[in-house]
């Protein structure tokens, strides 16, 4: 039988249900046998596969020999050839020779046969002709219908996932491991989009399948990406050489740091919308081809469903867990939980509520200043427990500050994290702050953090914010509720023993109810109480609930001794949080024995003068809070209260009638104080009606000194509000103040300081106050007065230095200007065309440096005092020039003058530089109002001796309120940069020393008229 007709038969094993190494270790046994060679290798070379060598011979193949065969077929044969070689182990005499055919056509074999045998035996047409090429199509026909069988059971594995409840790092793990069978690859991964922060999760997929879940994860921007123009395509995208082929910067960076040269990336797909891509890299070049892109596209759509299926399945999850998070936090504001309940329940529904690692409740300290965790839920080190932060301060102070949450994908890039040890010994990479807020006021800020980097979205923002509302009501409910238990029992304390006080004469039974409630109220163990004696200057202890008598007769104590001692020198709550370890302790034994390691005591007074002292003691090591101490020290006041009744009881009814004779006198004496004190003075009753007014405080206001109406009724109408406010003050907290006021009075504007100085009646109740009316009018302006000349000094000493240090230099650069213009007209200079411009340029400098020298004299000139450089000036004239001047200006090109000036007018004796000034400046100033538009009219008169100038303009005018105030030194209403201030009141002062004035008069709406006044002569016109 020929190998044509055996040629089925020989092919047989390639259909057998086996592995392919066992199928073509098969046929190569059957042409070894055939062909009556001794030996034989057979090597199947897969397109982009590792290349399958099966050995075979009549017998069993020496080591050697076998080596030999390999190490042979690792050079591809091109066509049909036979050789004498000389192999290992053969028999000495006998020629051998090799027969190599390659598989299927000679430029795409699919592999090649080897055979060895004895020289003669083994020829070219030992094998028919066809039958290489036909078993190399066999082959690979056979590879190919492997791999499509293979595909076909990944694509089954991993469709079932889709109706499993496998986790998506399961699909992912068989996903890798499938796509590993059907393409060969160095790196694999899949990159989900995350459209909103702009970036690309990239999901190591093959660490899935790493010991312990070693996660690799990463996150990426997706801009200059290859991921970028795939999502725009919505097609595959390949590179098969990094190095010779144009790749987006972002990912050819990537792609070279792990040394790869060729890379695959196929979308995954979702509703016709890519929201992620799987990306394959190797590091040889053109290591994909289509066949691999369209496998792993194959793979890729059952992964992209399972993705989506578990999207869709998380959010219904996280739906429903948000909704019984949220019922919850609803139902704790109606609940009558303590805080430290609450905190914890809402700490806990955090996490999952939104899927962080853990969460954190710090709320606002009573000064608002820090931050303090109350709750903690998921974290590992109790540092973090008991972290405290500055209001502004990390990213939970900041979000406290601004009242908005903050949303940080990193807090290892983040520069707002402020401690970031804890953080990373947390392992914390996300978080999430949100503001807790009851009524729009911010109470404190829960935050959500995450060890994976960017957990957290906008939905995940906008569920802890609505969560967030509903958490602060439930805090905020919490807190008032335990406030209000506590405020109850404080209340009932206090109340019980302002009874005692009111109640019994009896001084020991009234101040054991006091040290009963003390200690019931402040959670004490005991508590004592100390009379001070005057004569000794020592506390001595007159009561104790626990301590027997005769020890409470042997303590005394010097102010200023002991815990008890230093609150009465101190004169404030003293505490000891330990006793046994605290060196003030007076008596140390006492703790000791009655086992008392805490106290705080509290001074008992009765106006300014101490007169004991109150203490409570605790079997715990405990540190009294502010409240505690207010308690106490309310406790101790009725105490002292007691105390003093006691003393003043037996003295009282003397007292009454000298006290009587007292106020008769005292009546006599203030009625004599009230109508020669130097300020006025009114007393009020409830109502602001004036009960007593003094002359002073009448002819103050301008009233009649026996009008008995509203004192509000005496002030103009527009500071009504304001006086009334502050007189009803005093009334309702009982406290004196003071207040400034500038007012209108009889057409003169005042300033008043009033101060009010409230008492009370007998039943505690504010029904009179006395009214202090201060005129500082005077006062207020020399202080004003006093401050602007000094500024007005300064400025002025300022500006003569700047104009004297800059003299020199312009006398320098005229100087040299002129020595080069002369220099240009000698000899052969004067005849370079090279040179023709410089004598226009260098005189230009020339005059320009002078020009510079006029003004700084000017400047210096107008520091200095003018003397007596008056001459007689036309100031008809001087307001022609002016006009001219300003004319020419562009910026007031669209005004028009118009000037009625008085012909016969007589010459003023005036510094025509100095009023030059005036008239500059106020006209401009009238420009400046009408915007360089509208006319501008100016007059010249004599009238009754005196020579007037007017400048009238027809711009908004100048409201009544500022219209006293346009004089003043830096006082201006133009915009910050425009306008010192300074231009009316040196005007004024101008005018001043040439002993006139300027006066003005303006309607809002019409215009304004400023009037030069200055001494004149002759009749008037």
Known sequence: MTIVEASAELLAPLTAPVSLEEALARVLARLVAATGA??????????????????????????????????????????????????????????????????????????????LGRAGTLTRVTLARGFPRELGSAIKRVVELRRRTLRTAVLDELTQLLVSRDSLDDVFRAFAEGAAKLVPFDSIAVALLDAERGEVEIVDVAARGLPLGAQRDSRMPLGGTLLEGMIASGAPARVDDLEREPVPAASRRILAAGGYRAAALVPLQAGGEVFGAVTLAAARPRAFDDADVEAVAALARPLAAAIVQRRLSEERRRGSDELAALHATSQLITAGLDPASVLDRISRSVTGLIGSTGCGIGLLDAGRTHLTHVAAHGFKSEEWRALSLPVGEGIMGRAAESGTAIRVDDVRTDPRSARRDVDEREGIRSMLCVPLKVGGTGIGVISAFSTRPGAFTAHHQRVLEAFGEQAGIAIHNAQLFEESVRRARETRALLEAGRAVTASLDVNRTIRVILEEARGVLGADSCGLYTLDSATNELASIASLDLPPEMISQIRLKVGEGIAGLAVQERRPMQSRDLSDDPRVRYPQLPRSSGFRSMLAAPLHVGDRAIGAISVFRRDVHAFSASEEELLLALADQAAIALEHARLYTALEGMVAERTRELDTQKRFVEVVLETLPLGLFVLDAGLGVVRANHEGAHALACDPGARGSLVEMFPPEKRGAVEAFLRQAFATGRGDAMEEEIVIAGEAKMFRLTTAPFESADDHVTHAVVLVEDITRAKRLERQMLLTERLTTAGRLAAGVAHELNNPLATIAGCAESLHGRLQEGELAKTPELADFPHYLRLIEEEAFRCKEITGSLLQFVRDPGSRRAPTDLGALVLKTVELLSRQSRFAESRFVTELDPALPAAEVNEGQMRQVFIGLASNALEAMEGRGTLTLRSRLRRGEIEVEFEDEGPGIPDEILARVFDPFFTTKPPGQGTGLGLAIAQGIVADHGGRIEVTSRPGKGSVFRVILPGGGPER
């Open 38 to 115: 001794q030996a034989g290798a057979l090597v199947v070379r897969p397109p982009r596969d590792e290349p399958v060598v099966v050995t075979a011979g009549a017998r069993r193949l020496p080591p050697g020999l076998r080596a030999w065969l390999l190490a042979t077929a690792e050079t591809p044969a091109r066509t049909l050839a036979v050789a004498r070689v000389a192999p290992p182990g053969w028999r000495r005499g006998r020629a051998a020779a090799l027969l190599r055919a390659p598989l299927g056509k000679s430029r795409r074999a699919a592999g090649e046969l080897l055979l």
